[in-house]
């Protein structure tokens, strides 16, 4: 990182789950390098697991007595408790050096924190780990104040492609499994309102018709893809990793089976950090992967493994290899992955899409369908496997699926869509880029 050459402090608060941290934590790596002053608020059941800094980046770490709560809501409600307490005093030492704090870059996902920001002097910029397209959606969809039926076959929004209720966020029609996750969710026009500057880790060339709707309602800025920049524009040297996982990946067994692999011959397989099948939905995916006749790398978390079938476990050798966790971007950049199936969050879509790999999608929740919907029809890099009535995706689905993007012709388009996303997203954040202009314009406002 550079020197700090800016008297700006800026401090940046992500909700404490890995999919939220990293994108929070390469935006800030972005703001470091051009001299900026950046500390990162978290939490120790967190910070243990992160270097006590990225070069200038600094960690502030907040004491609890206990573990943060599994569920969802009470995890939010948890954590709005700590920042009510901790926050204040956080701004105010830092506020007594060289660099005193002047703006809370927050995850829009923890409520309040705008409110945190401006009562104790501070300007506050909402950072959503998530696609313009959801919060268009949400900001259409509020139950609060939608008038958009749900009882047709097809939803119609401006600047968005034509919705079917399987395209949805599964929020809109799932509100009730969630109350609080949904209600903060939903709650976003709060930070669109209030906030002094909307962050988005996405880039206008990916979602541009409703970017510049949005925009039309809203001054936001694009400042993605967010992953680390030896695999993009290559300006920052040292930003070869995210920094964080509270997994602990298996790295040398993967590139060393993966380096045993004719090129493109390898699925690799991976549902991120939250996503949890059923059980029939794992034997469903464990016999899909086999029956296609290629090899496979699939991520199979310690809490997912008891749902592998016993007699798939015995044939595994034969074609594929499991891990338990696994560095992926050294996996999709690799030259014998043909395709990556995929849960399609935030994250791991803008990663395929940064490093050219067509995609194999199968959502699970939240953001996941919409993320589907462009991954198959708008930047036309992957497939979708259809689900059943019963909602399971079967195993001929999904080898059948895993062959037409491996080795039909569709597959040829699919991998020429993806190479030129890839130059594209890169162009965003290169010198000049979209991206990187609104970064810029950002600074020179502080």
């Known amino acids: 990182m550079e020197e700090i050459t800016n008297k700006a402090h800026v401090l940046v608060l992500p909700y404490p789950i890995q999919g939220h941290i990293n994108p929070m934590v390469q935006f800030s790596k972005r703001l470091a390098s051009r001299g900026v002053k950046v500390t990162l608020v978290t939490i120790d059941y967190v910070s243990k697991n992160m270097p006590k800094e990225f070069g200038s980046i600094k960690i502030e770490s907040i004491p609890h007595d206990d573990d943060p709560p599994q569920s969802v809501d009470k995890s939010l409600e948890w954590l709005l408790a700590l920042l009510s307490k901790s926050l204040g005093a956080i701004v105010e030492k830092l506020s007594d050096s060289e660099y005193p704090v002047k703006v809370l870059v927050y995850d829009s996902i923890i409520p309040r924190p705008i409110d945190l920001a401006h009562q104790l002097g501070l300007k ?58 949904t209600r903060i969710i939903f709650s976003q026009n709060i930070h669109f309102k209030k906030a002094d500057w909307l962050f988005f880790n996405t880039c206008d060339v990916l979602e541009k018709e409703v970017i510049d709707w949005l925009r039309t309602q809203y001054p936001i800025k694009t400042v993605g893809p967010t992953i680390p920049s030896m695999y ?27 380096d045993s692999r004719e090129i ?12 949890s099948l059923g059980e029939q939905q794992m034997e469903e995916l464990a016999w899909g992967l086999m029956t296609s006749n290629f090899h496979f790398l699939w991520v199979v978390r310690t809490s997912e493994e008891n749902k592998l079938p016993n007699e798939f476990m015995l044939k595994l050798s034969e074609r594929g290899l499991i891990v338990n966790w696994c560095p992926q971007l050294d996996v999709l950049v690799h030259q014998s992955v043909g395709c990556f199936f995929t ?12 490093l050219g790999v067509p995609m194999v999608a199968m959502p699970q929740w939240s953001d996941q369908p919409t993320n589907a919907k462009f991954i198959s029809d708008v930047w036309q890099t992957g497939i ?37 996303w890839k130059q594209l997203a890169k162009a965003a954040i290169d010198e000049g880029g979209s991206s990187d202009k609104n970064i810029e314009e950002f600074l020179s406002n502080l």
């Not at 040292?238 to 996982?245: A, F, I, N, R």
């Not at 493109?264 to 996503?275: D, I, N, P």
């Not at 399971?392 to 080795?407: F, K, L, Q, Y």
Request: aromatic residues 8%.
């Open 232 to 258: 993009l524009d290559k300006r920052l040297k040292e930003d070869k990793e995210y920094g964080l996982s509270l997994f602990k990946p298996n790295s040398e067994t993967c590139v060393k089976w993966l």
């Open 124 to 181: 506050g910029a909402a950072f959503f780990t998530q696609s313009c397209s959801l919060s268009a959606i949400y900001y259409h969809m509020d139950p609060e104040t939608s008038k958009v039926p749900l009882d047709g076959s097809v939803v119609t929004l401006p600047s968005l492609p034509l919705l079917e209720k399987e395209d949805l966020p599964s929020f809109i029609y799932e509100s009730d499994l969630y109350p609080s996750l």
């Open 343 to 354: 849960h399609c969050g935030w994250n791991s879509t803008l990663e395929a899409l940064c």
């Open 264 to 275: 493109g011959s390898v699925v690799y397989v991976a549902f991120g950090s939250l996503a």
């Open 384 to 420: 979708r496997v259809k689900a059943g009535e019963d909602g399971v995706v079967n195993r001929d689905e999904i080898a059948s699926s895993i062959r037409e993007v491996m080795e039909e012709e569709k597959g040829i388009m699919l991998k020429e869509n993806a190479i030129k």
